[in-house]
């Protein structure tokens, strides 16, 4: 079973510009998470999808991130413009259930984007 | 609020000698639920183990062992006999009921295991 592909695996970038990364999760896989994970720090979620909606994006700063999962499959998140401290690891995951509040299913994680911002 | 600390910020031990990576979570969940998961230099989360607050069995995989302990709100990682290949960032994550599914990580441990 193939596992979670992210594109691009690098990204160096100048402050101000605009950078998108692209998430597959594994197939059949209904929730899909963006984390961004700082380096010496553990990840952080950004936003969580359950099939093609948003599930919580309490973390997200919204003035500069968006994020999108059409169809329910693949997942696209934006930065526009980019700041320094946005330099950073995304990683994206994805569990095969839909969450719900008495249970917790086990997150599988892509490769991530390492994102330089100069 | 849920918080995990991992104290141990690097470790270094030679090959063949036994770890223990330290994991204290809190939370004032009822259920919960708690993970291992490890980093190699590739960047990819590798996950280890999975774990509800329900079960507190101790659980070995073949050189990894993990001790859960509710009394101290603790979930330690073994790893026995180390080898090179364990050299990675290894980070305990916790996620509550009515969490959805949101996991918050440690700051993580860095195990370098050197031959």
């Known amino acids: 079973e193939a596992g979670v592909a992210q594109s691009p695996r690098y990204k160096i970038i100048e402050k101000r510009q605009s950078v998108a990364f692209w998430c597959n999760p594994i197939?059949?896989?209904?929730?899909l998470y963006w984390y961004q994970q700082i380096l010496g720090q553990g990840p952080k979620l950004l936003i969580q999808?359950?099939?093609?909606?948003?599930?919580?994006d309490s973390q997200l700063p919204k003035d500069r991130f968006s994020a999108e999962r059409l169809k329910g499959v693949d997942s696209t998140l934006k930065i526009q413009p980019a700041k320094l401290e946005d330099s950073a690891v995304y990683l994206c995951?994805?569990?095969?259930?839909?969450?719900?509040?008495?249970?917790?299913?086990?997150?599988?994680f892509g490769p991530g984007t390492r994102l330089t911002v100069l | 609020a849920q918080k995990v600390t991992q104290a141990q910020t690097e470790i270094s031990v030679v090959e063949k000698e036994d770890v223990t990576l330290d994991c204290v979570y809190e939370?004032?969940?009822?259920?919960?639920?708690l993970f291992w998961y490890k980093q190699p230099p590739s960047g990819e989360l590798v996950f280890l183990i999975r774990?509800?607050?329900?079960?507190?069995q101790n659980e070995i995989s073949g050189r990894y062992s993990w001790n859960f302990q509710k009394s101290t709100s603790s979930f330690n990682f073994t790893i026995t006999a180390s080898q090179v290949v364990d050299s990675a960032v290894y980070f305990c994550?916790?996620?509550?009921?009515?969490?959805?599914?949101?996991?918050?990580f440690g700051q993580g441990t860095e195990l370098s295991v050197k031959p």
């Open positions: 774990r509800n607050s329900f079960d507190e």
């Open positions: 999808f359950q099939n093609n909606g948003v599930v919580d």
């Open positions: 939370t004032r969940d009822t259920t919960y639920y």
């Open positions: 197939s059949g896989h209904a929730t």
């Open positions: 994550a916790l996620s509550g009921d009515n969490q959805g599914g949101k996991l918050i």
């Open positions: 995951a994805s569990s095969p259930r839909l969450e719900n509040a008495f249970y917790t299913d086990t997150q599988y």
